[in-house]
C-alpha cells in the first residue's frame, strides 16, 4: 500500500478552514475554545463541528490544538473539552502537557506539539510507546536527523514546510514571563524577539544599534518535499494560525501544486485525501505576508538566516530604483505594480520603511508621500492588492470530487447512479412512464450535459454513461432532480463511511530517558508529575511560571547564533575571523537587557536575563 502524505494546514477559524479545504489542504490543525498556544484563535465547538463534517466530506482530517501547559485548576475543564472533542469526531488532538496522559479520556488520537521538546530519537520513541500517534518535529532538525528518528521511533513525523520561525527551540520561550508575565507556553507570545536591540560587548561598546537581532527569516523547504519525505516525514505543516485567507490559500495552493508534481506517477506515496483543486491564480509564496526565506536547519548551518532589517513582510521583490523623475519613481520591473500596491525597502539606517502606490503606469510609480530614496535601493512589494483581490474571491480556489454517472432504466421507471473516486456509490429512482422520443430520436447528448451541470456541488462528473434499451424520453426537469438527489445521497454516504481512528490511552511504566528534568518540561500540574514519575523520572523542576527568579534565569536557548550571523563564529568562519568579539554580548532595548552565552559544542545559543552569572567557553 501507497504511504500517504500530507499538506496540513493552518485555520485560525471556521472560514479560513474551509477556505484551505477548497484550496487543497489535507488536513487542518484548528485551535480550540480554550488551551491553545495561539489565544488570539480560539474556535467553538459548534463551528469545529462544521469544519470537521466540511474536511470528512473530502477525506481531509481535522486535528485540534490543546498545546498550552496546563494548571491544576484547569484540568477537569480541559477533560470535559476533550470529550466534547471527541463527539464531534475530530481526528486527533495536538498536545503539550502530559497531565492529559493521566487523564479520564475517551479513545482520541494524541499528537504531540513541536513544544514537547521533539529533537531527540530516544524520546520520541518514548512519545510512540506512550500512546503517540505522531509527533511534530523540532523544526531545528537537520535531514540526517530526521532520518535517524524515523528508524528509531517508527512513529508519524510531522515537520514544518512553510511560515513564521520561532527563533527558540520549538517554542520554548520564556522571554514573555520575564519581561510581562505574559507565558507564551500559555498562549500570549509579547514576540521580544522581534523588536529592535542595541549589541554591546564585552567593553561596552555598540557594536550594532538598533536591530532585530532575533528576529529571522520565515521558513521555506518546499525543495526539500522529495528528501524529506524519503527521510520519513508524512504531513507537511504551514505555520500561521494567526494570518489571514489570502496567506492560507496561496501557501496551501502552492504546496498542493507542488506536492502533486512529486506524486504523480509514484509507487511509493500517494496523497492523503480527495478531490482536485483549480484556482484562478497564480500562487507564489513571495506574494503574501513573509520576512524573506530561510530552509533554517534542515541542510545544516549554511546561510544567515536573521532579518534583521524588520520583524514585518519584505514581500515579493520587484527590482532596483533607477531613479525618481518629479513625483513618481521609475523602478525596474515597475510594470508588475498596480494602484493600492504596498511597497517596502531599506534606508541608509539599515530600517524598513513603507510606501502606498497611488497609481502606477508606464513604470512610474506615484507614491501617497514621496520619499528620498537611493538609486540603485531594492524595492519589495509587500502587499500585492491586484493578487488579494483575485485570491479572496471565495471561487477563487474550488476543489472537487471526480464521480462518475450511470443512467438506466428500471422497471418503473428510471435510476441514476453515482460512483465517485473513492468508490462510494449512491443511487437514486423516480417513476416515470417510458414514452419514446418523437421520431425516436436519441436525446443521449441532452441527457450528458444537464448531467454534467453539476454547479455548487462538491462534485464534478467526468464520466457518464446511459444505458436505455430505447430511445426513451426524460423531462430535463427530473434529469435535475436525479442529479440534485443522488449527489444529496453520495455526501451522506461519504460522511458516513469516513472512518476516525480511535486510539485507547493505556498507562504505560516504561522509563523516560532522563531521570531529571529541568523548567524546560514545563511541568506545571499534579497529574504532568505523576506521569513522569511512573516513568521513573526522580527529580522535576516546576514551570518557569512557577518559580520565575526575576533577573537572574535563562530565557531562551537556540540554534540561531549572532556570533556566526556577524561571521565570528569559531568553527564556521576561522579563516575569516579575525579579531575575536569580546564577551559577554549583551542585547539592550530600553530597559530590557540580556546576556548571551554561546555552547559552541552543540551549536547552541543561550539567552540570559542581565543578572545571571555564567561562565564564558572558551571557543
Given at each position: 500500500?501507497?504511504?500517504?502524505?500530507?499538506?496540513?494546514?493552518?485555520?485560525?477559524?471556521?472560514?479560513?478552514?474551509?477556505?484551505?479545504?477548497?484550496?487543497?489542504?489535507?488536513?487542518?490543525?484548528?485551535?480550540?475554545?480554550?488551551?491553545?498556544?495561539?489565544?488570539?484563535?480560539?474556535?467553538?465547538?459548534?463551528?469545529?463541528?462544521?469544519?470537521?463534517?466540511?474536511?470528512?466530506?473530502?477525506?481531509?482530517?481535522?486535528?485540534?490544538?490543546?498545546?498550552?501547559?496546563?494548571?491544576?485548576?484547569?484540568?477537569?475543564?480541559?477533560?470535559?473539552?476533550?470529550?466534547?472533542?471527541?463527539?464531534?469526531?475530530?481526528?486527533?488532538?495536538?498536545?503539550?502537557?502530559?497531565?492529559?496522559?493521566?487523564?479520564?479520556?475517551?479513545?482520541?488520537?494524541?499528537?504531540?506539539?513541536?513544544?514537547?521538546?521533539?529533537?531527540?530519537?530516544?524520546?520520541?520513541?518514548?512519545?510512540?510507546?506512550?500512546?503517540?500517534?505522531?509527533?511534530?518535529?523540532?523544526?531545528e532538525l537537520n535531514l540526517h536527523q530526521?532520518?535517524?528518528?524515523?528508524?528509531?521511533?517508527?512513529?508519524?513525523?510531522?515537520?514544518?514546510?512553510?511560515?513564521?520561525?520561532?527563533?527558540?527551540?520549538?517554542?520554548?520561550?520564556?522571554?514573555?514571563?520575564?519581561?510581562?508575565?505574559?507565558?507564551?507556553?500559555?498562549?500570549?507570545?509579547?514576540?521580544?524577539?522581534?523588536?529592535?536591540?542595541?549589541?554591546?560587548?564585552?567593553?561596552?561598546?555598540?557594536?550594532?544599534?538598533?536591530?532585530?537581532?532575533?528576529?529571522?527569516?520565515?521558513?521555506?523547504?518546499?525543495?526539500?518535499?522529495?528528501?524529506?519525505?524519503?527521510?520519513?516525514?508524512?504531513?507537511?505543516?504551514?505555520?500561521?494560525?494567526?494570518?489571514?485567507?489570502?496567506?492560507?490559500?496561496n501557501n496551501v495552493s502552492y504546496l498542493?501544486?507542488?506536492?502533486?508534481?512529486?506524486?504523480?506517477?509514484?509507487?511509493?506515496?500517494?496523497?492523503?485525501?480527495?478531490?482536485?483543486?483549480?484556482?484562478?491564480?497564480?500562487?507564489?509564496?513571495?506574494?503574501?505576508?513573509?520576512?524573506?526565506?530561510?530552509?533554517?536547519?534542515?541542510?545544516?548551518?549554511?546561510?544567515?538566516?536573521?532579518?534583521?532589517?524588520?520583524?514585518?513582510?519584505?514581500?515579493?521583490?520587484?527590482?532596483?530604483?533607477?531613479?525618481?523623475?518629479?513625483?513618481?519613481?521609475?523602478?525596474?520591473?515597475?510594470?508588475?505594480?498596480?494602484?493600492?500596491?504596498?511597497?517596502?525597502?531599506?534606508?541608509?539606517?539599515?530600517?524598513?520603511?513603507?510606501?502606498?502606490?497611488?497609481?502606477?503606469?508606464?513604470?512610474?510609480?506615484?507614491?501617497?508621500?514621496?520619499?528620498?530614496?537611493?538609486?540603485?535601493?531594492?524595492?519589495?512589494?509587500?502587499?500585492?492588492?491586484?493578487?488579494?483581490?483575485?485570491?479572496?474571491?471565495?471561487?477563487?480556489?474550488?476543489?472537487?470530487?471526480?464521480?462518475?454517472?450511470?443512467?438506466?432504466?428500471?422497471?418503473?421507471?428510471?435510476?441514476?447512479?453515482?460512483?465517485?473516486?473513492?468508490?462510494?456509490?449512491?443511487?437514486?429512482?423516480?417513476?416515470?412512464?417510458?414514452?419514446?422520443?418523437?421520431?425516436?430520436?436519441?436525446?443521449?447528448?441532452?441527457?450528458?450535459?444537464?448531467?454534467?451541470?453539476?454547479?455548487?456541488?462538491?462534485?464534478?462528473?467526468?464520466?457518464?454513461?446511459?444505458?436505455?434499451?430505447?430511445?426513451?424520453?426524460?423531462?430535463?426537469?427530473?434529469?435535475?432532480?436525479?442529479?440534485?438527489?443522488?449527489?444529496?445521497?453520495?455526501?451522506?454516504?461519504?460522511l458516513e463511511n469516513y472512518h476516525v481512528?480511535?486510539?485507547?490511552?493505556?498507562?504505560?511504566?516504561?522509563?523516560?530517558?532522563?531521570?531529571?528534568?529541568?523548567?524546560?518540561?514545563?511541568?506545571?500540574?499534579?497529574?504532568?508529575?505523576?506521569?513522569?514519575?511512573?516513568?521513573?523520572?526522580?527529580?522535576?523542576?516546576?514551570?518557569?511560571?512557577?518559580?520565575?527568579?526575576?533577573?537572574?534565569?535563562?530565557?531562551?536557548?537556540?540554534?540561531?547564533?549572532?556570533?556566526?550571523?556577524?561571521?565570528?563564529?569559531?568553527?564556521?568562519?576561522?579563516?575569516?575571523?579575525?579579531?575575536?568579539?569580546?564577551?559577554?554580548?549583551?542585547?539592550?532595548?530600553?530597559?530590557?537587557?540580556?546576556?548571551?552565552?554561546?555552547?559552541?559544542?552543540?551549536?547552541?545559543?543561550?539567552?540570559?536575563?542581565?543578572?545571571?552569572?555564567?561562565?564564558?567557553?572558551?571557543?
Open positions: 500500500m501507497k504511504k500517504k502524505i500530507e499538506i496540513l494546514a493552518p485555520a485560525k477559524n471556521l472560514i479560513q478552514g474551509i477556505a484551505a479545504i477548497n484550496s487543497g489542504a489535507d488536513a487542518l490543525y484548528i485551535g480550540a475554545p480554550q488551551f491553545g498556544a495561539r489565544s488570539n484563535a480560539t474556535n467553538s465547538i459548534e463551528d469545529i463541528a462544521e469544519l470537521v463534517k466540511y474536511a470528512h466530506l473530502f477525506n481531509a482530517q481535522v486535528f485540534v490544538v490543546i498545546n498550552t501547559i496546563l494548571y491544576d485548576n484547569e484540568l477537569e475543564t480541559c477533560r470535559k473539552m476533550i470529550w466534547d472533542l471527541y463527539e464531534i469526531k475530530v481526528d486527533a488532538l495536538i498536545i503539550q502537557d502530559m497531565a492529559i496522559f493521566e487523564m479520564d479520556l475517551p479513545p482520541i488520537v494524541l499528537h504531540a506539539s513541536t513544544q514537547s521538546n521533539n529533537r531527540d530519537a530516544d524520546k520520541i520513541k518514548f512519545l510512540k510507546d506512550a500512546g503517540i500517534k505522531r509527533v511534530v518535529l523540532a523544526r530526521i532520518k535517524e528518528i524515523s528508524d528509531t521511533a517508527d512513529v508519524e513525523l510531522e515537520f514544518f514546510v512553510t511560515g513564521a520561525l520561532c527563533v527558540s527551540f520549538s517554542g520554548n520561550c520564556y522571554m514573555s514571563v520575564a519581561n510581562g508575565e505574559r507565558s507564551a507556553n500559555r498562549g500570549s507570545c509579547a514576540q521580544n524577539c522581534r523588536l529592535p536591540y542595541n549589541l554591546i560587548d564585552g567593553n561596552g561598546d555598540t557594536l550594532i544599534k538598533n536591530s532585530h537581532l532575533l528576529s529571522i527569516k520565515d521558513l521555506d523547504v518546499s525543495d526539500q518535499i522529495p528528501n524529506l519525505i524519503e527521510a520519513g516525514i508524512c504531513s507537511f505543516k504551514i505555520e500561521g494560525r494567526l494570518k489571514d485567507v489570502v496567506y492560507v490559500k498542493r501544486q507542488k506536492l502533486d508534481s512529486f506524486l504523480e506517477g509514484n509507487e511509493k506515496y500517494t496523497k492523503a485525501s480527495s478531490g482536485k483543486c483549480t484556482y484562478t491564480f497564480d500562487s507564489s509564496l513571495n506574494r503574501t505576508f513573509n520576512r524573506g526565506y530561510t530552509d533554517y536547519f534542515v541542510n545544516e548551518r549554511h546561510q544567515s538566516i536573521g532579518s534583521w532589517e524588520s520583524p514585518k513582510s519584505k514581500g515579493q521583490y520587484i527590482g532596483k530604483l533607477i531613479r525618481t523623475v518629479g513625483n513618481s519613481y521609475e523602478i525596474e520591473n515597475g510594470n508588475l505594480l498596480n494602484n493600492g500596491d504596498g511597497l517596502c525597502y531599506i534606508n541608509d539606517d539599515n530600517e524598513a520603511e513603507g510606501i502606498y502606490v497611488n497609481r502606477a503606469e508606464n513604470g512610474f510609480v506615484y507614491p501617497n508621500v514621496l520619499k528620498e530614496i537611493k538609486g540603485g535601493t531594492f524595492i519589495y512589494r509587500n502587499n500585492d492588492a491586484a493578487f488579494i483581490k483575485i485570491v479572496e474571491r471565495e471561487d477563487s480556489a474550488i476543489r472537487k470530487i471526480s464521480t462518475k454517472l450511470l443512467l438506466t432504466e428500471s422497471e418503473n421507471g428510471f435510476e441514476l447512479t453515482a460512483t465517485d473516486e473513492d468508490g462510494n456509490v449512491s443511487s437514486v429512482n423516480i417513476e416515470h412512464p417510458k414514452e419514446p422520443t418523437k421520431n425516436n430520436e436519441s436525446i443521449e447528448e441532452n441527457f450528458k450535459i444537464n448531467l454534467a451541470k453539476t454547479g455548487f456541488t462538491p462534485y464534478t462528473a467526468d464520466e457518464i454513461t446511459i444505458q436505455f434499451s430505447e430511445n426513451w424520453f426524460l423531462p430535463i426537469s427530473k434529469i435535475n432532480e436525479m442529479r440534485r438527489l443522488v449527489f444529496e445521497k453520495l455526501t451522506e454516504i461519504r481512528e480511535e486510539q485507547p490511552i493505556v498507562k504505560t511504566s516504561h522509563p523516560y530517558p532522563e531521570t531529571k528534568l529541568d523548567f524546560m518540561y514545563n511541568v506545571s500540574n499534579k497529574l504532568a508529575r505523576k506521569f513522569y514519575e511512573r516513568h521513573g523520572v526522580t527529580e522535576i523542576e516546576k514551570a518557569f511560571e512557577l518559580q520565575w527568579d526575576p533577573g537572574k534565569s535563562r530565557v531562551m536557548t537556540t540554534k540561531y547564533c549572532i556570533k556566526y550571523e556577524l561571521e565570528k563564529c569559531p568553527k564556521y568562519h576561522k579563516d575569516t575571523l579575525g579579531v575575536k568579539v569580546k564577551e559577554p554580548l549583551v542585547l539592550k532595548q530600553g530597559e530590557l537587557e540580556y546576556k548571551l552565552k554561546f555552547n559552541c559544542k552543540p551549536c547552541e545559543m543561550e539567552i540570559w536575563e542581565k543578572d545571571a552569572e555564567f561562565e564564558i567557553e572558551e571557543d
